[in-house]
């Protein structure tokens, strides 16, 4: 009985110690598990940052590539702007050795080119010097030239006017004589004072009647306070022969003379107009103004022209120190 009861004691104890020791062991295996599944949640949790990371080196990874291609494109541009360059300076090279060699050339040249070129610098600097000296005496000459062509002109202009103010003077005389006795009117810067025959003479003679004389008296008075006028007396006749066997007046170029002197001496003579300033002139049938063929022409050609013009001798003067 005490064997059964202690071999009941020691089964119980020893089923007790297996009991322990099984315990032991499934606590260690918790521990184990526990500790293997911190394990496994740390890896996963460095496996999912290790992804992250790999995600983003693949983006790295990715952009470099593109950076590569960009850099590639630009490498290429690089090195055709690079051959440019180069061709560029090749040329350089190339202008900058022919250069050299001229100056070579200019530097190996003879002292007797040298002196020749000297020479001729010198020979052309002398000529511009002359032509320069040539050119202000042009110059002076055409200043002076340029006075006396404005002097000219003024006194052109001068000339002018007093032609027109003397053919005024000559209108306002006159003005009382009608115009198929006269005429009064300006031609190549004169002033022409056309008398018809009928105002002055009796056909075929050469005496002025008193009807003239007063027509010449009026023209005397204005020409009396013109001491600058030249006055040219022309007589005139028309196409037909004088013919008159009591006259010793022989043709019409003596008729025209006589006619023109007649004039003339009547306004120096009686009306005091300078003889040195007056010259009477024959002109016969030769200057008409109207034809000869009609009877009003013929009576417009038988005339007498008084002409007055101002004194030119200070225009001729200077077109003769200008020419």
């Not at 184990?32 to 460095?46: F, M, S």
């Amino acid at each position: 009985m005490k064997k059964n009861i202690l071999f009941l004691l020691t089964a119980f104890v020893l089923s007790m110690s297996s009991c322990l020791v099984s315990k032991k062991k499934f606590d260690e295996q918790v521990a184990l598990a526990d500790k293997l599944k911190a394990e496994r949640d740390d890896c996963n949790e460095k496996l999912t940052a290790a992804n992250a990371t790999i995600d983003d080196l693949n983006a790295q990874i990715a952009k470099l590539g593109s950076d590569i291609n960009n850099l590639r494109d630009s490498n290429a541009s690089l090195d055709e702007k690079l051959k440019k360059l180069n061709d560029l300076k090749k040329q350089s090279d190339d202008l900058c050795e022919r250069v050299k060699q001229q100056l070579d050339q200019i530097t190996k040249s003879s002292a007797a080119d040298k002196d020749k070129l000297l020479k001729q610098l010198a020979d052309r600097e002398k000529a511009l010097m002359e032509k320069e000296a040539e050119l202000q005496k042009l110059g002076a000459a055409l200043n002076e030239r340029e006075m006396k062509v404005k002097e000219l002109q003024d006194l052109l202009a001068s000339k002018d006017a007093a032609v027109k103010a003397l053919k005024e003077k000559m209108l306002a005389a006159l003005k009382g004589f009608n115009s198929g006795d006269l005429t009064v009117y300006e031609k190549d810067g004169k002033v022409y004072v056309a008398l018809s025959d009928k105002l002055l003479f009796k056909s075929g003679s050469y005496t002025v009647e008193e009807r003239g004389k007063d027509a010449l008296k009026k023209i005397a008075e204005v020409l009396s306070k013109q001491s600058d006028i030249n006055i040219a007396i022309e007589g005139h006749t028309d196409s037909i022969p004088y013919a008159n066997s009591n006259s010793p007046i022989n043709s019409n170029w003596d008729l025209s003379v006589m006619r023109a002197s007649s004039v003339t001496k009547l306004m120096v003579d009686n009306y005091g107009v300078n003889p040195a300033r007056v010259t009477p002139i024959g002109r016969s049938r030769y200057s008409p103004v109207e034809s000869n063929s009609t009877p009003e022409g013929r009576s417009k050609n038988r005339r007498i022209d008084v002409i007055l013009e101002p004194d030119m001798k200070a225009i001729f003067s200077i077109l003769n120190n200008t020419n």
